[in-house]
């Protein structure tokens, strides 16, 4: 049971960064930006929430290979990986310690780190400065009529095409994405893999656990 309640954090704590992106958004279709982001690298993000890091925002690594993503991450304590593989409709969780995995169901969200983004206005904001480099920058605003506007502002680094940060500024609310160690290599494969000594677990089904439910 502790195993799989560490499963259950770990996809709770790496969907939270593509969860609190949906709040009040049109579920109606997909937006356009004005710059494009590689489809294969990798990077490091930490999560922030009203400038404080969250528990679950320690630094994390994802690796990104066309539709394919995994996310490698501390949670209660343990080491945890999600492998998404829309190829073959398969989304695994993984705990280093025990070498164990459980297969999950991954319920699609916009995911900025694969170019998903969710309906909106965008418009170009005035270049800025991050850690000593000009930063283009780029608003999106989303929201239903009448409701509160969401903001998301990515800051695209010129030389890489990448963003480094993400704010989000939500009613009472804003969250912030820092990413570093920006690697525009192709991922290994393997790295998509469940590793053949890892044993799997818990083969319910998500439906049955609200929290994993929500991912």
């Known amino acids: 049971m ?12 790496v969907a939270a960064m593509f969860m609190v992106t949906h709040a009040a958004f049109a579920q109606n279709g ?5 710059f494009r982001i590689p489809t294969q690298y990798s ?6 929430l009203n400038g404080v890091t969250r528990k679950s925002g320690l630094p994390s690594r994802m690796y990104v290979d066309g539709t394919r993503f995994r996310t490698e991450t501390i949670t209660a304590g343990a080491a945890v ?16 310690a025990t070498r ?3 297969e999950v169901i991954y319920n699609k969200k916009y995911n900025p780190f694969m170019a998903e ?12 400065e991050l850690a000593g ?6 608003q999106l605003d989303t929201g239903e009529p009448g409701k509160a506007v969401v903001t998301h502002v990515y800051w695209v680094d010129p030389a890489t095409k990448m963003f480094m940060r993400i704010e989000i500024n939500m009613p009472g609310a804003k969250a912030e994405y820092e990413c570093s160690d920006y690697k525009a290599d192709r991922p290994s494969s393997e790295l998509f893999e469940v590793p053949k000594d890892y044993t799997p677990v818990d083969k ?12």
Not at 117 to 122: L, M, Q, S
């Open 2 to 13: 502790k195993l799989i309640s560490t499963f259950l954090y770990a996809i709770a704590a």
């Open 30 to 34: 997909a937006s356009e930006p004005p």
């Open 43 to 48: 990077i490091v993000f930490i999560q922030k």
């Open 81 to 96: 990986t999600l492998i998404h593989r829309p190829d073959i409709n398969k989304t695994y969780a993984l705990k280093e």
């Open 100 to 102: 164990e995995y459980k």
């Open 117 to 128: 983004y969710p309906p909106g206005k965008w418009s170009t904001l005035k270049p800025a």
């Open 133 to 138: 480099k000009m930063m283009r920058r780029y």
């Open 204 to 215: 319910k089904s998500n439906q049955d656990d609200p929290i994993i439910e929500s991912v």
